[in-house]
């Protein structure tokens, strides 16, 4: 039997590491579920967040027998990936570590910037990560993002399909000066601390969907890295150990690309939204979403 | 004994009803409930949120003693409200009625357009406030003015005293650009459909601090109804009608402004966040606030 891969997040973000994954390993089989009764994470506590990011996981586990999970929420991530790996029985990766694994990888000065939500960056989770690397890391939250993001505001209004290639709606130049803005600050911070940071870490899983505006906003020669490109490519490196451990031969799911990733998608509430949105994260209609009721 | 207000909404915006309520009311005593562990209500399902603003009404009489409640959040009042009546024995006011009937009173041509949060516009309920009162109404959802408000970006960056009176900062510019898109949409459907709208409804708890930068991006003499202000005077008059009928003449509690009314805030979820963000929408320090824990 093909195993089964557990992709958690708040909402529909993380089906940008999804889309990501489900490149990497065509043949295997998945199942997502954006806690979207209770998002957004990004406001809250570490004791909410930890609660209900375990009531998520252990659906995954309990419920669609995962086998492996992923944590594509970087507030989950940073604030409940104990707790999580403390309650289910299989091997969890969260977006913290393959985000910082990146930067290193990227950044020659060793300073490196990072953007993400509030609760992300209040846990430091990338700054402690980033420090265990020998880098040094300076983050700031950038609550609009996700909202701009979620009403569509990137490229052309939400209606890419009407806009001409390269074509900036006035949306999408709100959106652009929300990012210098945004930046803006952060430079500054970074330049009053001394530091010559040559590197951006997008640490939240919305953001990819900015990273043509992103990208134009920062300084020539910075690199912008892509913590759902960077997760997936560890999920998929990790998951195929595990399998090769655990599995007979004809379970290996690199083997062979003759088939489009199995998805299955979950959501605690707003299914409707959750199609219309989330087939932009994913790059895919998202298939029929399932409601489930986690409590609370 | 002087009696309890309840006052609820799922963040902090219900604290611009809180306050001119404790104008009307100065020796009443309130009671406070921002459900901020699982806001912002305004994208969840009729289902969730009546379930949520259910538990929170419940805490208030059962736990606080309130007498009277005010559903001080446009998307509970829209989707709950007649939930909320069943399962508490005190009377309950929400703000879309109130909203509605101010607006009656102020337009001239009867076309009334309304801005608000998702499910307040999916509801229609204030287009059916309205036509019940021979009004036609045209709503539009403005997502991002709430996150736009919670991150400062009203006058000054969030950082008001620092700023000449009348500057606008590089981030108000932001929210200002939003909202003339916002208002252009809705004034061209408002067009294409014939109306002749000479009033908008601030349909959001949140919205009466963008009221300066909404009064100067509206035509020319538009009236604009803020529904905490009509929700306040509909809750005080119906609040002394109602203690006048049940008490004894020393508890009237308009009868004398001697003290400051007495306000107790409670929050699901990140107190601080709650008091650092509270004292801008109540207008003065929100006190310490208590949390609790509704379940969920």
């Not at 809250?44 to 930890?50: C, N």
Request: charge should be negative; aromatic fraction near 6%; glycine fraction near 8%.
């Amino acid at each position: 039997m093909v195993p089964t891969i557990g992709v958690f997040d708040s909402g529909f973000g993380g089906l940008t590491v999804l889309r990501a994954l489900a490149t990497r390993l065509p043949n295997a089989r998945f199942a997502f579920l954006g806690d979207s009764a209770r998002l957004p994470y990004g406001s809250k506590s570490r004791r909410t967040i930890a609660r209900y990011a375990v009531q998520s996981a252990q659906f995954l586990v309990r419920e669609q027998n995962a086998e492996f999970l992923v944590i594509a929420c970087n507030t989950a991530s940073a604030l409940a990936l104990d707790a999580i790996q403390e309650a289910v029985p299989v091997p969890v990766l969260g977006v913290i570590e393959p985000g910082a694994e990146a930067a290193r990888a990227a950044s020659r000065t060793g300073n490196v910037l990072v953007i993400a939500t509030d609760a992300t960056v209040h846990s430091h989770a990338y700054a402690a990560a980033c420090q265990a690397r020998g880098l040094r890391a300076l983050e700031k939250a950038c609550p609009l993002l996700v909202p701009l993001v979620e009403e569509g505001w990137t490229t052309c209004g939400g209606a890419d399909a009407d806009c001409a290639a390269g074509e900036s709606s006035q949306q999408a130049k709100v959106t652009a000066e929300v990012i210098r803005i945004y930046l803006a600050e952060l430079l500054a911070d970074a330049a009053a601390l001394g530091m010559n940071a040559d590197t951006l870490v997008l640490g939240c899983t919305h953001y990819p969907l900015l990273r043509p505006l992103i990208e134009r906003a920062v300084p020539a020669g910075m690199r912008v890295i892509d913590s759902a490109e960077a997760t997936a490519e560890s999920a998929a490196r990790l998951f195929c150990q595990h399998e090769s451990e655990e599995s007979s031969p004809d379970t290996q799911i690199l083997a062979t690309q003759t088939q489009v990733a199995r998805i299955r998608c979950f959501a605690t509430d707003s299914v409707e939204k959750f199609e219309s949105l989330g087939s932009r994260f994913l790059g895919q209609p998202t298939g029929k979403v399932e409601l489930i009721d986690l409590g609370g």
